[in-house]
């Protein structure tokens, strides 16, 4: 927010300002009289005297971006937009290389990119300023989702990295960012910029060093620790521009460098910076009930797509208030959703909840479960063909009967679904060896001698005959090792009452 100047402030500064009237200087004009001074009784002791005012010797020189930052010079206006406020708070050291220049003439040469992607940080930016002045970091950090994300809060990488902060799925974990099937952290708002901000803090805290931090921030501190000892050993510098380091890595700090000099001097690159207003986009609003996505929108007045754009950690059309009890609004709109509802009657405020299976089980039986159909069931939890869900999985179900209440948090933070492969078998034909029973057989394949008889149309204890033809259904492994007796067998996917569990 705005800088503030308080009372005690003010009146430092007019205690400066009064030291620069009486101090002397050199001016062809003669000193005045002193103005006589009445005797103050004995009792009562003089008054400090003011600091003398510090006069800077030679010309005066225009001071940096960083010194204006610093704790010794107070602006006396507030910034004009974010950008200023931004420039403002630059106080990392200038990186000036080649590869700057590079990355300037990429950024620069895309208008038309550079435009999407500072109108996307509109409205994010504000509230990544305020933290980092909050916690005393450089004002530049709050560029570096231009670098890694271009400020896309649905942005995955094909490392998995997630998140306009670009957080790997076990480094999320380690900073508290919760991955499960109703919502994913690392693309939250808040959460992941007080992760990544934790984060860069402690890397910095590390290894001393703005550039280093970046470095680690993007190659791993592990990587960037090992690199530093390597230059030690060969009695080398171990600067960031000294290191060896991946390609990726070797332009990560000038590419930053470069969008930070272009919003410094954007008419320098012809580029046009849209205006954001020094003032917070959105309100965090806290929900008490399960809530449908789709719902919250309307009752907030805001577009579907501008509600899931603040709120990019949902994936699935609900959010269940114990494990999301806060959700992000435009400021002039957090109002005109408390009031609608608090006021809405038109019915349950969720239409979904959380189903545990209780048991490994297809895909057709877990949707008769829950009543609904096999397709639709697929779609709400995002299953793919051909897998089955796993025992102890959370899924969304119809949000009725036993399942019409809010969902508890411990679901809510930890809800998992997890997959299976569906089994796949081969009829197979084999010859019976000499004595072979139903049940002889069974054992051998591992199978159950019920299923082995219900092939076979016989009872659980028939013998068969030396060299009689016994039909399995094999899963596809094992049909593919069975043993020499076996007969050429067809690929064939048997109905699901016989198919092996």
Same mark, same amino acid.
């Given at each position: 927010?705005?800088?503030?100047?308080?009372?005690?402030?003010?009146?430092?500064?007019?205690?400066?300002?009064?030291?620069?009237?009486?101090?002397?200087?050199?001016?062809?004009?003669?000193?005045?009289?002193?103005?006589?001074?009445?005797?103050?009784?004995?009792?009562?002791?003089?008054?400090?005297?003011?600091l003398p005012p510090v006069i800077p010797s030679g010309p005066l020189q225009p001071i940096t971006a960083a010194e204006a930052a610093s704790q010794e010079v107070a602006s006396l206006?507030?910034?004009?937009?974010?950008?200023?406020?931004?420039?403002?708070?630059?106080?990392?050291?200038?990186?000036?290389?080649?590869?700057?220049?590079?990355?300037?003439?990429?950024?620069?040469?895309?208008?038309?990119?550079?435009?999407?992607?500072?109108?996307?940080?509109?409205?994010?930016?504000?509230?990544?300023?305020?933290?980092?002045?909050?916690?005393?970091?450089?004002?530049?950090?709050?560029?570096?989702?231009?670098?890694?994300?271009?400020?896309?809060?649905?942005?995955?990488?094909?490392?998995?990295?997630?998140?306009?902060?670009?957080?790997?799925?076990?480094?999320?974990?380690?900073?508290?960012?919760?991955?499960?099937?109703?919502?994913?952290?690392?693309?939250?708002v808040l959460a992941s910029t007080r992760a990544a901000l934790d984060y860069l803090q402690k890397l910095h805290g590390m290894f001393g060093d703005w550039h280093l931090a970046l470095?680690?921030?993007?190659?791993?501190?592990?990587?960037?620790?090992?690199?530093?000892?390597?230059?030690?050993?060969?009695?080398?510098?171990?600067?960031?521009?000294?290191?060896?380091?991946?390609?990726?890595?070797?332009?990560?700090?000038?590419?930053?460098?470069?969008?930070?000099?272009?919003?410094?001097?954007?008419?320098?690159f012809r580029t046009e910076l849209p205006l954001i207003e020094n003032h917070p986009y959105f309100q965090s609003v806290t929900i008490t009930r399960d809530i449908d996505v789709a719902?919250?929108?309307?009752?907030?007045?805001?577009?579907?797509?501008?509600?899931?754009?603040?709120?990019?950690?949902?994936?699935?059309?609900?959010?269940?208030?114990?494990?999301?009890?806060?959700?992000?609004?435009?400021?002039?709109?957090?109002?005109?959703?408390?009031?609608?509802?608090?006021?809405?009657?038109?019915?349950?405020?969720?239409?979904?909840?959380?189903?545990? &299976?209780? #048991?490994?089980? @297809? %895909?057709?039986?877990? *949707? /008769? $479960?829950?009543?609904? =159909?096999?397709?639709?069931?697929?779609?709400?939890?995002?299953?793919?063909?051909?897998?089955?869900?796993?025992?102890?999985?959370?899924?969304?179900?119809?949000?009725?009967?036993?399942?019409?209440?809010?969902?508890?948090?411990?679901?809510?933070?930890?809800?998992?679904?997890?997959?299976?492969?569906?089994?796949?078998?081969?009829?197979?034909?084999?010859? &019976?060896? #000499?004595?072979? @029973? %139903?049940?002889?057989? *069974? /054992? $051998?394949?591992?199978? =159950?001698?019920?299923?082995?008889?219900?092939?076979?149309?016989?009872?659980?204890?028939?013998?068969?005959?030396?060299?009689?033809?016994?039909?399995?259904?094999?899963?596809?492994?094992?049909?593919?090792?069975?043993?020499?007796?076996?007969?050429?067998?067809?690929?064939?996917?048997?109905?699901?009452?016989?198919?092996?569990?």
């Open positions: 927010m705005t800088k503030r100047f308080h009372f005690a402030g003010l009146a430092s500064l007019l205690l400066w300002l009064a030291g620069c009237a009486n101090t002397p200087v050199t001016s062809p004009l003669p000193p005045a009289d002193p103005a006589p001074v009445a005797e103050a009784p004995a009792a009562t002791p003089a008054p400090p005297l003011p206006l507030p910034p004009a937009d974010l950008w200023d406020r931004i420039r403002r708070g630059f106080a990392m050291p200038a990186l000036d290389s080649q590869l700057v220049r590079q990355q300037e003439q990429w950024y620069s040469s895309r208008p038309d990119y550079i435009q999407r992607m500072t109108e996307r940080s509109r409205k994010y930016l504000f509230h990544i300023v305020e933290e980092l002045e909050r916690r005393g970091m450089p004002s530049e950090l709050a560029l570096l989702p231009f670098v890694e994300s271009a400020f896309n809060p649905e942005a995955v990488s094909s490392a998995r990295a997630a998140g306009m902060w670009q957080f790997m799925p076990a480094t999320g974990t380690y900073f508290e960012l919760k991955q499960n099937v109703f919502r994913d952290d690392r693309r939250d470095a680690a921030y993007n190659w791993g501190e592990g990587s960037v620790g090992r690199a530093i000892a390597r230059n030690q050993k060969r009695g080398r510098p171990a600067g960031y521009t000294d290191l060896d380091m991946p390609h990726e890595t070797r332009n990560y700090v000038p590419k930053l460098q470069a969008v930070k000099n272009i919003v410094a001097r954007p008419e320098q719902l919250a929108a309307k009752l907030a007045d805001v577009a579907l797509e501008d509600f899931k754009a603040l709120n990019p950690s949902l994936s699935r059309p609900v959010i269940f208030a114990a494990g999301t009890p806060q959700i992000l609004l435009p400021w002039d709109n957090a109002t005109v959703f408390r009031r609608n509802f608090e006021g809405y009657t038109a019915g349950r405020y969720a239409s979904w909840a959380a189903w545990t &299976a209780p #048991a490994t089980m @297809s %895909v057709t039986e877990a *949707a /008769r $479960r829950v009543g609904m =159909s096999e397709a639709d069931f697929r779609a709400i939890n995002n299953i793919p063909p051909r897998m089955r869900i796993r025992a102890g999985s959370v899924v969304l179900a119809p949000r009725e009967g036993k399942l019409d209440r809010d969902v508890t948090g411990h679901v809510a933070d930890n809800g998992q679904l997890n997959l299976s492969p569906e089994v796949v078998t081969r009829r197979t034909v084999v010859r &019976a060896g #000499a004595n072979e @029973s %139903v049940a002889s057989i *069974a /054992r $051998r394949y591992r199978l =159950s001698a019920t299923q082995v008889a219900d092939w076979n149309k016989v009872g659980s204890t028939a013998l068969f005959r030396t060299g009689q033809q016994v039909v399995l259904y094999l899963p596809v492994r094992a049909a593919a090792s069975k043993p020499r007796t076996a007969i050429k067998a067809a690929p064939r996917r048997p109905a699901a009452a016989t198919r092996r569990r």
